[in-house]
Nanobody, 123 residues
Framework: DVQLVESGGGSVQAGGSLRLSCAVAGYTSRSNCLGWFRRTDEQEREGLAAIVIRDGRTYTADSVKGRFTISQDNAAKTLFLQMNDLKPEDTAMYYC?????????????????WGRGTQVTVS
């Protein structure tokens, strides 16, 4: 199985930055694609960014392009999300997710493995 543990959330003022981390453990054959999502009470999980481990391809949602950057360490054991110029509307619970090869990397429905999330609050 795949285990995902997020960290790095917290409270920050608008315009600030945070770097989220996601520790990945388990069968790497089932976690070829890793993604970051966020959820609020008003909105279902929104895909932010994803990375294909095999070839390094990245996908970033238009809503955060230019502010958020996804990356991974060489061993693909940790996934990162660098978030800059944060806005109050970025306040949400942030999750990392993994799956073998989702047909739509920014669609949460294609992911089987999820972490418990880390809260980001921007004021």
């Amino acid at each position: 199985d795949v285990q995902l543990v997020e960290s790095g959330g917290g409270s920050v003022q608008a315009g600030g930055s945070l770097r989220l981390s996601c520790a990945v453990a388990g069968y790497t054959s089932r976690s070829n694609c890793l993604g970051w999502f966020r959820r609020t009470d008003e909105q279902e999980r929104e895909g932010l960014a994803a990375i294909v481990i095999r070839d390094g391809r990245t996908y970033t949602a238009d809503s955060v392009k230019g502010r958020f950057t996804i990356s991974q360490d060489n061993a693909a054991k940790t996934l990162f999300l660098q978030m800059n110029d944060l806005k109050p509307e970025d306040t949400a619970m942030y999750y990392c997710a993994a799956d073998l090869e989702p047909l739509s990397p920014l669609d949460h429905q294609w992911y089987s493995y999820w972490g418990r999330g880390t809260q980001v609050t921007v004021s």
